[in-house]
């Protein structure tokens, strides 16, 4: 029989067969091979006991698409779920997790939520931000249900991964595009401002109508992997139209004269906070290469 993995814990996977989901194992040749099962994946089956709905994973159908982290198998495109307040928005986390999609090549819709807490108006300001940047950005609510119809139909007929920090609603705006109360929530920590992680595996949730989300654990920080610092400004796609105005080639846009980019925050033609950020992420891989 032939399903899809919609969910995997310790060992046992959750297949998906025309309704009807089997708790399996791998076979030890996945192991040998060093092959191991992911959410999303295709996958042949045996039925080992109909009625306890039991069975062994015995091949993995080709996959068109692989994500590293997090680790999930067929991804269309991501969504990264940010509160526009409570807690503040890590901007600089943010970008981490836009690179680490640029680096898998996954196209990537931002989402900031919580629009009936924005008392201070901020949602156009990160907004611009990231659209001039090129990304596609939905502001919602999920508490009052604004702008989940738009984004629910930005994820018809899409496998989409979601994805952000603890404590911005992510799994109550997951309950909302599903229509029901699958999803666990969790209690920001006054005393912190962070959520509890009410999400602890990746797991695939079909939508009504068409399309798949998978969701996967918050996460309150990411370190960037496999990444030169030379390479970081092509992962910052604002910077491009402005590289060709450096007097020196191979310039960091950290400390040269006569940089392009630099030049381009000072009259605002690059935010800022993107540009410190981008600093801040220099420097940072710039100290972990002297280990």
């Known amino acids: ?22 708790e399996c194992k791998a076979k030890g040749v996945f192991r040998k091979d060093h092959k191991k099962p992911l959410v999303g994946d295709d996958c042949l089956l045996d039925i080992l006991d109909e009625d306890k709905r039991l069975g062994n994973i015995r091949e993995i159908m080709p996959r068109r698409s692989e994500l590293i982290r997090p680790a999930v198998a067929n991804v269309d495109q991501a969504l990264v779920i940010f509160a526009l307040t409570s807690p503040q928005p890590n901007l600089n986390l943010l970008d981490r997790f836009l690179i680490m999609m640029e680096q898998q090549k996954l196209p990537c819709i931002i989402c900031f939520n919580k629009l009936d807490l924005d008392t201070d108006r901020l949602a156009e300001q990160y907004a611009d931000i990231y659209a001039a940047c090129g990304y596609e950005i939905l502001v919602v609510s999920a508490k009052e249900g604004k702008g989940v119809d738009k984004l629910r139909k930005r994820l ?57 989300i998978f969701d996967t654990p918050g996460f309150s920080s990411l370190d960037l992997w496999n990444l030169e610092k030379e390479d970081l400004a092509g992962y910052y796609r604002e910077f491009g139209p402005y590289e060709r105005e450096c007097r020196f080639g191979g310039c960091s846009h950290i400390s040269e004269p006569i940089c392009g980019i630099k030049t381009a925050v000072s009259n605002g033609n690059i935010a800022r906070q993107r540009y410190e950020n981008y600093c801040q992420l220099y420097m940072e891989l710039k100290n972990q290469k002297r280990y």
């Open 1 to 22: 029989m032939q399903g899809k993995i919609v969910k995997g814990i310790a060992g046992f996977y959750y297949v998906n067969v025309n309704g009807t989901e089997y």
């Open 156 to 212: 018809e007929g899409k496998i989409t991964t979601v994805a952000g920090p603890s404590g911005v609603g992510k799994s109550s705006l997951i309950n909302c595009l599903l229509g029901n109360s699958v999803m666990e929530t969790g209690q920001l920590s006054k005393k912190i401002d962070r959520g509890k992680h009410t999400t602890r595996h990746s797991q695939l949730l079909q939508l009504e109508g068409s399309g798949y």
